[in-house]
T-cell receptor, first 115, second 112 residues
């Protein structure tokens, strides 16, 4: 049981380039999330998904796109990278807690630099 | 006003002392509250969650919730240098489904 895995671990992009950050979970969780974390800051939600084929915007979706064709995979696409997208990106999936509510398992993160 | 607020710190405590981390939230209807620990360069990991007013204890950690005053705290007893990390408070706001809103985190430093 690998949990939530993310690739790549590190990436440097030039302004205007595109890339896809991969996220896979093997826990059969329906809910998945993408966050970004800027230095010294908390987590900001980019996009989330409540199940295969269903995605929705979070707090900071501009410049990103997602898809969810399977329960396991939730890739994040960056089009026309900008320096403002330099950040650490975390993928998470959530599971229900006894007594109600969900909590989130995080992947190891992708550190992205846009120059 | 931010939806979930934490003092960014750093909070410095000597080894063996009690570390007290606080979090306030704006949505009175919030139902569930979480504390995550994040070591430098690593991903957040859940250490405590609490739903009901009062205290919840797990080993050296105690979460305290006061819904009337809209704050949640994390106490770490017998603090160890290995507890040095950033602690993120997360709240499941009312009508937010399963979404969590995170505070900016408090950096804790435990000095030997």
């Amino acid at each position: 049981n690998a949990g939530v895995t993310q690739t790549p671990k590190f990436r440097i992009l030039k302004i205007g380039q595109s890339m896809t950050l991969q996220c896979t979970q093997d826990m059969n969780h329906n809910y998945m999330y993408w966050y970004r974390q800027d230095p010294g800051m908390g987590l900001k939600l980019i996009y989330y998904s409540v199940g295969a084929g269903i995605t929705d915007k979070g707090e900071v979706p501009n410049g990103y796109n997602v898809s969810r064709s399977t329960t396991e995979d939730f890739p994040l696409r960056l089009e026309l990278a900008a320096p403002s997208q330099t950040s650490v990106y975390f993928c998470a999936s959530s599971y229900p807690l006894a007594g109600g509510g969900d909590t989130q398992y995080f992947g190891p993160g992708t550190r992205l630099t846009v120059l | 006003q931010k939806e979930v607020e934490q003092n960014s710190g750093p909070l410095s405590v000597p080894e063996g002392a009690i570390a007290s981390l606080n979090c306030t939230y704006s949505d009175r209807g919030s139902q569930s509250f979480f504390w995550y620990r994040q070591y430098s360069g690593k991903s957040p990991e859940l250490i405590m969650f609490i739903y009901s007013n009062g205290d919840k204890e797990d080993g050296r950690f105690t979460a305290q919730l006061n819904k009337a005053s809209q704050y949640v705290s994390l106490l770490i007893r017998d603090s160890q240098p290995s507890d040095s990390a950033t602690y993120l408070c997360a709240v499941n706001l009312h009508n937010a489904g399963n979404m969590l809103t995170f505070g900016g985190g408090t950096r804790l430093m435990v000095k030997p």
